[in-house]
């Protein structure tokens, strides 16, 4: 299938979003900040050929296992053995910008995966697959929504699950991407379980499942034209909630 010309450029974008992310994680080391994390993110930008931010990344650590949950992000946890390390990153080069985000646990005492993560890599990757043309974006909500439940979590939001991908046109040409970024906050751009409106163009898609204190959530970009469908920067459905080299 050829993808439509209009989303190539955002198709490569997300390919190399979703490398410096790979990267990123192979750099994690314990003791680290949420802040020394963005700094990485920060050095490596220009390496995969980026210029900017669409938004500036966005870190959670938060430690697994018993105890206080973290629900706000806390500049003071450091990274340690077990951590769920959460890294949602929008790297702009040009007319187009990447969306991406995923969780590990970082340097895992066992190799037994959590359930969350699991959980969480699956509920994406299902509510790509069911989007296409005769879905409208409230239902991709409440599809998601349904998959955690049946999985005995929840969503840590059950409103949206993700916005429009803006290009670079109208009053977005101005201050792009970050206007892009801006458009999104409005609600005609979002993927909210309200919305009786089609799919139709570029949508990220970020489903944060709850187990019980312990969140994890993967990004994606999908794309929709007529009967046309499929993930940006991915070669199938199979590679959604996936790092390259891990």
Not at 155 to 181: C, M, N, Q, Y
């Amino acid at each position: 299938m050829s993808l439509p010309e209009a989303f190539r450029p955002f198709d490569d974008a997300q390919r190399r979003a979703i490398q410096l992310t790979a990267e990123i994680v192979r750099r994690l080391e314990a003791g680290m900040t949420a802040r020394d994390v963005f700094e990485l993110a920060e050095t490596r930008l220009g390496e995969h050929g980026f210029s900017g931010w669409y938004h500036a990344p966005e870190i959670r650590i938060r430690p697994f296992g018993p105890g206080p949950r973290i629900s706000r992000p806390d500049p003071t946890v450091k990274l340690a053995p077990g951590d769920l390390v959460s890294i949602d990153v929008g790297p702009a080069d040009g007319d187009a910008y990447g969306d991406f985000g995923t969780t590990v646990a970082f340097a895992s005492p066992d190799d037994t995966e959590l359930a969350v993560l699991g959980v969480a890599r699956e509920c994406v990757r299902a509510s790509c697959g069911y989007a296409s043309r005769w879905k409208t974006q409230g239902e991709i909500v409440i599809f998601a929504q349904a998959w955690a439940v049946n999985h005995r979590m929840t969503l840590s939001r059950t409103d949206t699950v993700g916005h429009r991908i803006v290009g670079k046109e109208g009053w977005t040409s101005v201050g792009f991407p970050k206007s892009a970024h801006l458009a999104t906050l409005l609600r005609r751009n979002q993927l909210h379980r309200f919305s009786p409106i089609r799919l139709d163009g570029m949508f990220a898609i970020r489903p944060e499942v709850d187990d019980h204190g312990h969140r994890a959530s993967f990004e994606e970009i999908i794309f929709v034209q007529g009967d046309q469908k499929g993930v940006l920067g991915r070669a199938s459905l199979a590679e959604v909630g996936t790092l390259p080299g891990f």
